[in-house]
């Protein structure tokens, strides 16, 4: 069984819509961590978010907490072709290992 | 600062060949990692390095070894090679408490 769920696994949209997806579990964290993943390349951190209830933005990205710190959403505004890419939702174990949900690939068609 | 280097960028194996995949930082970090993931899917974690001279396995290191003689370098071993191994490998390494960098992969295709 996966820790972290990840929905959808894929979204494809138009340019100018907005988005939202998901990354759950029945585990309690003390922090979660979102990255993105282009073709090629390896995953970047985009936001750590560590207390239940937080929202962190960042330009048209928003990333909340759940209050309870199981669950975490990524909402896009107004999407562009440069956010097409695999979102990855983490958390970080022992050793600052980290243990991914299975990404949501994201199309953003102009 | 080169961060996180990996080598090859690419490699075909036949089943049953061997081979190291080779991972540098120049960061001196003391943590280090090696991460496969499959197509569409997240990552998952082979081995990891708390220092020079400690190795510890992760979540799918069957068919896998690693070694970790100095800080900077942390080389992962395929001896027997197998279809299932087909993959792309991330190296990463992270400072205690700080962020991770990961490599640029490596994709090891296996037939």
């Known amino acids: 069984t996966q820790l972290l769920e990840q929905s959808p696994q894929f979204l494809s949209i138009q340019e100018g819509e907005n988005l939202t997806v998901y990354c759950n579990s029945s585990?309690?964290?003390?922090?979660l961590q979102w990255y993105r993943q282009e073709p090629g390349e390896g995953p970047v951190l985009l936001v750590t978010v560590v207390t239940g209830g937080e929202v962190k933005k960042l330009k048209r990205l928003t990333f909340q907490f759940g209050d309870a710190r199981k669950d975490s959403s990524l909402h896009i505004t107004a999407a562009q072709p440069g956010d097409t890419g695999l979102y990855l939702c983490?958390?970080?174990?022992?050793?600052?290992?980290?243990?991914f949900g299975q990404g949501t690939r994201l199309t953003i068609n102009p | 600062n080169a961060g996180v280097t990996q080598t090859p960028k690419f490699r075909i194996l036949k089943i049953g060949q061997s081979m190291t995949l080779q991972c540098t930082q120049d960061?001196?970090?003391?943590?280090m990692y090696w991460y496969r993931q499959d197509p569409g899917m997240g990552l998952k974690l082979i081995y990891y390095s708390v220092g020079a001279g400690i190795t510890d396995k992760g979540e799918v290191p069957n068919g896998y070894n690693v070694s970790r003689s100095t800080t900077e370098d942390f080389p992962l071993r395929l001896e027997l090679a197998a279809p299932s191994q087909t993959s792309v490998y991330f190296c990463?390494?992270?400072?205690?408490?700080?962020?991770?960098?990961f490599g640029p992969g490596t994709r090891l295709l296996v037939l």
């Open positions: 585990s309690v964290f003390s922090s």
């Open positions: 960061m001196n970090h003391n943590y």
């Open positions: 983490a958390v970080i174990q022992g050793a600052q290992k980290l243990v």
């Open positions: 990463a390494s992270t400072s205690t408490g700080g962020l991770q960098y």
